[in-house]
């Protein structure tokens, strides 16, 4: 059957069933014409010819304010967050279990409270009577914090529209369920269906809401990744059980600087802020020995040194082993290949292992340089000085590349009392008083200055 066309006025919107010269709902003259429909497709699979609102539009020379932000006191979660709290914005937070990410949120829920923000607390995983007795052991008891045990969408978000409140917690959103959606809580639909109502949520009532997700093995928040496009920021809480630093990573933020970390220390009252984590990575470092070496790297805005540490041993099979912790080991391959076929040092037949102390985990190309001299060092069985640091990129043909934002580098190195360094020629360097700067051009200046012909 042939499609009965439709009408409209241009002046008005108003629909016809016919054309005729004069609007009668606006009067106009000459205003009606034939629609042509949004979506050629079938009636059922597609848009059809009805049409929506029009919707406003701007240039890219108009000009908004910033959003708003609430700082909470810590300022490490307040770096991470890239300067504060933004209204309506929701949050996603992963880690392993027992990492301490309730202990963060709580801690966080009772700073905000106290900041005048209202604050609601929901949990799926643990009764009120526990959050009760974490809250009584971190000396937050007294806090403004409304707490609630529950894993309905629909009365959590129905209790959030009536309580109106600034932020809200959801601990975790693979407990949430949604009534109208046909699989078992914690599945990659009821994860996806929860994530997006939490989402619109947040935005059309401008509540901030803090999502804690679960993670895989592999370290990966559990379910769909379309749960990481859908929030505004994801963090990840870093660190070994047994250690007692732990690692706040935004890898994802649209009202901040992604890569930002926030560096915490668990103590028998929660976790504790620490403003200098440089010292505190170094402060376990005692007498100078073979195969260490101090990088200075820069996580998100923040210069950080870290000692690497290396070990390199006669290996008793004939596939020699080679195990990194906090580190990428492809790319130690790499700087072991290049190692022996631009400088003619070889580590066949030898066990290779590679640590960076303090649990944190290293992602930027200009560690290379202080990984190859680490191994060198525990190679040749000779002790780098104490007070030098290292830091360049290494290329597969032996040459050095600059790292960026050296001059922060260096400038965080004097600060802890290193009187030299080892960084590839180029890069600006600034005026950094009292530190002895050493620049080979490749990787054959960097071994025949430092560990004399190898």
Known sequence: MA?????????????????????DSCGEWNTIVQETPLSAGPAKKSLGGKRGQPIALSDL?????PPPRTLCGVEELDRVLGGGLVPASALLVGGDPGIGKSTLLLQAAARFARNGIKTIY??????????????????????????????????????????????????????????????????????????????????????????????????????????EHMVDTVLYFEGERGHQFRILRAVKNRFGPADEIGVFEMTGKGLAQVTNPS???????????????????????????????????????SQPRRTVVGWDSGRLAMILAVLEARCGIPFAGLDVYLNVAGGLKIGEPAADLAVAAALLSAREDTALPADTVVFGEISLSGALRPAPQTENRLKEAQKLGFTSAIAPAGGKTGTVAGLTLTRPSDLVGFVGETFGAG
């Open 122 to 227: 929901v949990s799926g995983e643990e009764a009120s009577a526990q959050v009760r007795m974490r809250a009584r052991r971190l000396g937050l008891e007294e806090s403004p914090v409304q707490l609630a045990a529950e894993t309905n969408l629909r009365d959590i978000l129905t209790t959030l529209e009536a309580k109106k409140p600034g932020l809200a917690i959801i601990d975790s959103i693979q407990t949430m369920w949604a009534d109208n959606v046909d699989s078992a809580p914690g599945s990659v639909s009821q994860v996806r269906a929860a994530a997006h109502e939490l989402t619109t949520f947040a935005k059309r009532h401008g509540v901030s809401i803090i999502m804690v997700g679960h993670v895989t093995k592999e370290g990966q928040i559990a379910g769909p990744r379309v749960v």
């Open 279 to 317: 010292a505190l990575f170094l402060s376990e470092r005692g007498t100078p020995s073979p195969g260490s070496a101090v990088f200075a790297g820069i996580e998100g805005t923040r210069p950080v040194l870290v000692e690497l540490q290396a070990l390199v041993a006669p290996s008793p099979h």
């Open 3 to 23: 499609k009965t066309p439709s009408f409209s006025c241009s002046a008005c919107g108003a629909s016809h069933t016919r054309w005729s010269g004069r609007c």
């Open 61 to 65: 020379s108009t000009e908004e304010t």
